[in-house]
């Protein structure tokens, strides 16, 4: 069992910068796991955003953030980190941090592959 505590969410300015941390603990085989985030605005559907594979830290980016996003890893804190650049409005939400078992060397973008949620911190951007 993997559980996850995050931090680092609250309120910015738009255009200004955020980063959220997330740590993990339980984990049994560590470098086969993925971490990252997954975000939800009021009335919207959960997209993805950014993932992370413990073993080689090679990183994957939705696309729709273009480019706004630095995700990174202390493997030796077992911490993930997620730099968000140049906030927008659209950008509040409530961000989730995730852990699940990479498959096949890789992170995948869709929530089934995260068993494990982290508890949610609000990020509100105003103009």
């Known amino acids: 069992q993997v559980q996850l505590v995050e931090s680092g969410g609250g309120s910015v300015q738009a255009g200004g910068s955020l980063t959220l941390s997330c740590a993990a603990s339980?984990?049994?085989?560590?470098?086969?796991?993925?971490m990252g985030w997954f975000r939800q605005a009021p009335g919207k559907e959960r997209e993805g955003v950014a993932f992370?594979?413990?073993?080689?830290?090679?990183?994957l980016y939705v696309d729709s953030w273009k480019g706004r996003l630095t995700i990174s890893l202390d493997n030796g804190k077992n911490t993930a980190y997620l730099k968000i650049h140049s906030l927008e409005v659209e950008d509040t939400a409530m961000y989730y941090c995730?852990?699940?078992?990479?498959?096949?060397?890789?992170?995948?973008?869709?929530?089934?592959?995260?068993?494990?949620w982290g508890q949610g911190t609000q990020v509100t951007v105003s103009s």
């Open positions: 995730v852990a699940g078992r990479a498959s096949g060397g890789a992170c995948y973008q869709t929530d089934l592959y995260y068993p494990y």
């Open positions: 339980g984990a049994s085989n560590r470098d086969n796991l993925c």
């Open positions: 992370i594979y413990m073993r080689d830290r090679s990183t």
